[in-house]
């Protein structure tokens, strides 16, 4: 990792689902099982992982727009019994542990925005003994969901780190606008839940492919 006195940012924040965590696949299986229980038309695969990241309440409008604001709870607990059913499973992607060390002993600032809530994130940290790895996380239960830029904003004024020293690292559209909304960078991933296409569109300062790739973009950019 880069030297401090020729370092660009100071603050690395990580969206969790998709870009830390290798979720993607288990989050839009349940939100596809979640609407066929409730008998919604069952979206196809990259309109269920489109909706990754946002708020509950919003991806649910999103994935079954003609269900009745009434029947949201019926679709959420039905969403939240498929998904914890395989929570345990869900790994860390290969190197993203490794890439997390890298960056803390460089001593960068990490912290996490995320559209789970917060027993979710905490369920996650403790799972994958990175609870005390973050100098903050936020979550969608706090304040405004993605693509609002109010989690992000909070952590950078929490942290002491301006806008122009913090970078967002996500896998979704929604992070890559709630990072220009808070007037910070954003880097892509392409290996979480929106394909390349959408990422690029949105003119992050790189589009990464792959964990190692990320890791050495950190290294000769960060």
């Known amino acids: 990792?880069?030297?401090?006195?020729?370092?660009?940012?100071?603050?690395?924040?990580?969206?969790?689902?998709?870009?830390?965590?290798?979720?993607?696949?288990?989050?839009?299986?349940?939100?596809?099982?979640?609407c066929r229980d409730v008998g919604e038309p069952v979206p196809d695969d990259v309109a269920a992982r489109y909706v990754i990241g946002l708020g509950l309440r919003d991806a649910l409008a999103h994935v079954a727009p003609e269900l009745a604001p009434s029947r949201y709870p019926d679709l959420a607990l039905r969403y939240r019994e498929h998904y914890l059913a395989r929570d345990p499973q869900i790994p860390l992607f290969d190197g993203a542990r490794e890439l997390l060390?890298?960056?803390?002993?460089?001593?960068?600032?990490?912290?996490?925005?995320?559209?789970?809530?917060?027993?979710?994130l905490d369920r996650s940290l403790a799972a994958q003994a990175l609870a005390e790895w973050f100098d903050a996380t936020r979550c969608s239960d706090e304040g405004a969901p993605k693509p609002h830029p109010e989690m992000l904003l909070f952590l950078m004024d929490a942290l002491g780190v301006s806008p122009h020293r913090t970078l967002m690292i996500g896998d979704t559209t929604h992070d890559l606008e709630l990072a220009r909304a808070a007037g910070a960078q954003a880097l892509a991933v392409t290996y979480g839940a929106h394909p390349h296409e959408g990422l690029a569109r949105a003119a992050p300062l790189a589009v990464v492919h792959s964990v190692p790739e990320l890791r050495g973009w950190l290294r000769e950019h960060g």
């Open 1 to 34: 990792m880069r030297e401090p006195a020729a370092r660009r940012f100071d603050l690395v924040v990580f969206d969790w689902d998709g870009t830390l965590a290798d979720s993607t696949a288990i989050i839009a299986g349940a939100i596809q099982a979640a």
């Open 101 to 120: 060390a890298d960056l803390r002993g460089a001593g960068y600032r990490l912290a996490v925005v995320t559209g789970k809530t917060r027993i979710g």
